[in-house]
């Protein structure tokens, strides 16, 4: 029975020694809330780091026994490991990278080496419980390079990624000196995940630019597997806080803090000490807001909590100090005998303090200069079960893409605070209450339960779109079929496309001449009389006449417009014409003017635009303006354009390989085979009996039979059914 495996940095446990004795205490975190539906059932396991370091063996059996009854796994690490990994290339490097703090960033290979060697630490405590069938969801940017580590072990394995940061744009990440391993470690998922459509639009682009891998509507293709990337937002227990803020404990916690702070409006603002958060930025805010609305001193206070985080770090250690400065230099400059603008806290809460916090407070501020999520603006709007009360929320955060109905705010424009304050604090309830309404009816139907089964569903879906789609590859067993019917036939025929299917490409489309291999591997194959090899390509006629003339092959060039049939002669398929190229060349001209590295290339009856060479992004972006420029453009034309592998072309329409495919069908074959990489040749696909051997070079969709991946694996295929021929002739 196939099993789950979550896997994270840290368990959803607090590891504690004390006495010499460890005990463990849960997690109190949303992710461990909304997972514990998955890991906690029947074989599931949650394997990470239990916060505890040891080297006694007596120490790690313990925890390994304790945590065990718990269905999780320990991964040991040294106190080394953490400060390099953790503390080091995670916290130090990608941490500010991600969260767009460049100048933070440490790029030290010390780090790099522990990362990996970490990374690889979690992959062989995971394959000491998985096995090829079970799912396996890794979590976080601290196991980036895992995904593709356990696809090398475990290849047929549904495994699961999800970032709960931010992923940075192209210009960010590509200053990273290890950014080709993190990307190639991460597409070893089937299913990609992050919290909004910008992180997965920078994801893909990343990918493209830097590992040469295109997406067609958020998916990879990756050899003969899919990777699919897409967004996922987190939700959080919604019922636990709606219910948490109604109990009789937090509304004592709420009495008692009214009590003691008076009747003040109350503003929350709860975060973790991090540069990422703006909180200097909010804390001037805050002192602007009193500053211009005199009326409201007295009569507001800023709840303020701080939670400890890396505080012994310099870069932090400064943050800390510039805020305790902030702080008391705002209730110096406002406070008064009966009165404290801001109430600070530097210590984190249980979780009934923070849902008293959250029930009493009139607004939230919530402020990030960049979040991945930030789940405490959702935690305040489930929190309001009377509906009152305002949420302040920064466009930087995931959140501000479902929490439309809050104030959202540049968290870099002070003024936009100070102003969202005062909106906030004027706002007539009747408009709270709509507003809330809207905020917490999303909340409840995509809460951290959803989120969980909603990415399970998809994983799961993927997944068998995968195995669909390894049924159709040409494997072992499907090779060998094919080469008894190859050698048992008495008559055969071979459409072979050239560009991608027997040759790679290349910037350079006019250097890519037949090798050595491939004219000995024709050769053989035309040079026997029961065998009709057919190369049927978009290339042009003198072009293949000077590679491949000498060889005893029929040929078909430009799609279909030229045909070489048993005599060396050309002859055009139909009458055509080429006059419509005056009016098109132009066009395609003023696009090689926009696009530095493209270029025309002119057959005799159709024009080819190239753009391989071309800056990648601004190639693609330039191919799919001049694809709907030309299909308006020659709707009356009896023209068709193609879009083949980094080319647009124009030429004739009826003019294609099926057509052309046919001339030859005219005759019966025992054994038919065809093979092309593009979508012209799903034309030649289409037009063959059901019976014929039709494979698409490579794994996007296609009307072919089969897949095969490379035009390696075609030459290795050819090789072999020309070696059956030689032992045919013995």
Known sequence: MPKTIIVSNRLPVSGIKKDNQISFSPSAGGLATGLGSIYKKGDNIWIGWPGIYTNEPS??????????????????????????????????????????????????????????????IFCEQILKHANQDDIIWVHDYQLLLLPTMLRKYLPDATIGFFQHIPFPSYEIFRMLPWRSEILEGMIGADLIGFHTYDDVRHFLSSVSRIVGVDNKMGQLRIADRVC????????????????????????????????????????????????????????????????????????????????????????????????????????????SINWSPIHYFYRSFPFTSLSAFYGISDVALVTPLRDGMNLVAKEYIASKTDKKGVLILSEMAGAAKELSDAIIINPNDINAIVDALHEALTMPEQEQVLRNTNLQNILKRYDIHSWVNVFMNRLH???????????????????????EDFKKAETRILFLDYDGTLMPFSTNPGKVKPDDELLEILEKLSSNLQNKVVLISGRNKDSLEEWLGHLNIDMIAEHGVWLKESRPFWSLIDYLTDEWKSEIYPILETYVDRTPGSFIETKDYSLVWHYRKAERDLGEQRARELVSHLQYLTTNMQLQVLEGNKVIEVKNSGINKGKAALRWLQNPYDFIFAAGDDWTDEDMFDVLPDFAYTLKVGFSPTIARYNIESWREMRLLLSAMASELVTIEK
């Open 228 to 335: 699919n990337v897409d967004s996922f937002p987190m939700g959080i227990d919604y019922e636990k806080f709606s219910q948490a803020v109604q109990s009789a404990e937090t509304k004592k916690e709420i009495e008692n803090l009214r009590n003691g702070i008076g009747e003040q409006r109350l503003i929350i603002s709860i975060d973790r000490l991090d540069y990422s958060k703006g909180i200097p930025e909010r804390l001037k805010a805050f002192d602007k807001f009193l500053e211009t609305y005199p009326d409201f001193r007295g009569n507001v206070s800023l709840i303020f909590v701080l939670v400890p985080s890396r505080d012994k770090v310099a870069l932090y250690k400064e943050l800390k100090v510039e805020i305790d400065e902030l702080v008391g230099r705002i209730n110096g400059k406002y406070g």
């Open 461 to 483: 879906f993927i997944k068998e779109k995968e195995n669909e789609m390894k049924v159709r590859q040409l494997n072992i067993r499907l090779q060998k079929k094919l080469l």
């Open 59 to 120: 120490e790690k059996e313990h925890i390994n026994q304790e945590l065990q009854k718990e269905n999780m796994s320990p991964v040991f690490l040294s106190q080394e490991d953490i400060e390099k990994f953790y503390e080091g290339f995670s916290n130090s490097t990608l941490w500010p990278l991600f969260h767009y703090f460049p100048k933070y960033v440490v790029n030290d290979h010390e780090y790099w080496e522990t990362y990996q060697a970490v990374n690889s």
